[in-house]
């Protein structure tokens, strides 16, 4: 890989006076990657923090620098607070705080309970936190709707937010708070439902959070749901999407009553709530009207988008479930916002499972800054191992680590 992917800010070394200014030379940018991927146990599965100094292909995870815990986990870290970086639980409400030394090795160094918050469970969240500053921070709490302030110094609880108006409408549903992304300072917190039967009902809630004076603006809608993945377009602004599986259930007639078809919403940046006047039926991509899946995030404000190459009439009830896991989904590219215009097959990257997980983080460029680069991990058909692509090029998919399991999160920590 040309390039190694966290946010923050790129610093930048300007030379103020053209004549007689000597070479810039490259920063030097200390950091490592945290990557979280999850293996099978007999009965589920563990989650397993990997540390690597860099994510090209044969790089080898350090040795002491990877941690081993039961089922899922959210995985975070701020700038502000450096060789650190943080674990949110899914099987118990906690945050562990792990620090990386001289020699590789991670130790604890923290650990925060929020069940006092009302939570029964820990964080589900793929983003699951939105860091402000090095003493307080913000994570959403789905199990007890609430937006936990804490502080990532003292490892204490400093406040909470209530999300109430994410409550679902009735004891058969549950609220779904699985992405959060932050517009403008503000948190975004995308919200959808399952039934009982694990079908999606076809409703979308927004919970857009000030964090400064701690309210809270709603917005809802009743024609797409269950939001996993988001992406951005060039003017920043937000796109919600239904879960990866949610094409192949939808074609498979196995998406409950009633269904929806896989379906993009919108929020303008800077608004309070969805865009009312977009909707996306993501089956229109294709003339025949075939299933989509996963959409994860490319360069110039594009999106990646994996489509199955038969139409729906291949898809039924006994069979989706297989079809979803199959390695001949199709990736194609397409500009959100102006989708049937710009929407393309790619030839250059790996067919693979519908389901691929993608975003952003920092790789260094050959000029020795780092730059923000979207990145894929495409596993093999059984989950025993995924490699991570460097895809900011969208017809050379450039490969690097491959890791032992199924990678959910690449995260740049300084």
């Known amino acids: 890989m040309s390039t190694s992917l966290v ?42 923090i ?40 899914a099987d118990a409400p906690e945050i562990i705080r792990y620090e990386i030394g001289e020699s590789g090795d991670l130790s604890e160094t923290g650990r925060l309970s929020y069940a006092g918050l009302g939570a029964n469970e820990g964080n589900f969240m793929l983003n699951p936190n939105y860091f402000a500053e090095a003493t307080r921070a913000y994570m959403v709490v789905p199990s007890a709707l609430k937006v936990a ?50 079908t999606y009902e076809p409703l979308g809630r927004l919970a857009v959070v000030d964090v400064d004076n701690e309210t809270v603006a709603y917005s809802e809608r009743d024609d797409c749901g269950y939001f996993t993945l988001s992406v951005r377009d060039q003017r920043d602004r937000l796109y919600f999407i239904s879960h990866p599986g949610q094409g192949a259930r939808f074609a498979g007639d196995s998406a409950g009553d009633p269904g929806f078809p896989p379906c993009m919403v919108r929020m ?33 404000g594009n999106a990646y ?21 199959s390695a001949d989904w199709e990736v194609h590219i397409f500009e959100p916002g102006n989708e049937l215009e710009t929407f393309e097959k790619l030839s250059g990257p790996p067919a693979t499972a519908d389901q691929i997980f993608g975003g952003l983080v920092e790789l260094e460029s050959d000029r020795g800054r780092l730059v923000e680069t979207p990145y894929v991990s495409l596993s093999t058909a059984d989950f025993a191992e995924t490699t991570i692509y460097d895809v ?7 490969a690097g680590i491959t890791l032992p399991g199924y990678v959910y999160t690449v995260l740049r920590f300084r």
């Open 268 to 300: 303008e940046s800077g608004a309070d709530g969805f865009d009312p006047d977009y909707y996306l039926d993501m089956t229109t991509l294709t003339a025949d009207g075939r299933p989509t899946a996963s959409v994860v995030q490319a360069t110039d």
């Open 50 to 89: 990997a540390t690597v100094s860099d994510i090209d292909a044969g790089t080898e995870v350090r040795k002491g620098g990877s941690i081993e815990v039961p089922g899922f986990l959210g995985l975070l870290a701020t700038p502000d607070i450096p060789n650190t970086f943080f674990v949110a639980l």
């Open 149 to 198: 302030i804490w502080n990532p110094e003292s490892m204490t609880i400093e406040g909470e937010i209530s999300l109430d108006g994410l409550t679902a409408p009735d004891a058969t549903l549950t609220p779904r708070l699985i992405d959060a992304q932050v517009d403008r300072g503000r948190l975004v917190i995308p919200t959808g439902y399952s039934r009982e039967d694990f």
């Open 7 to 48: 946010r923050g800010v790129i610093p930048v070394v300007l030379c103020a006076l053209a004549i007689g200014c000597e070479e810039p030379r490259s920063p030097e940018f200390g950091g490592s990657y945290a990557i979280h991927y999850t293996q099978q146990t007999p009965d589920t599965f563990n989650s397993v």
């Open 305 to 325: 988008v994996t489509v199955h190459p038969d139409g729906p009439s291949a898809f039924t009830p006994k069979n989706w479930v297989d079809l979803r896991f």
């Open 392 to 398: 900011s090029d969208p017809d050379n998919w450039v």
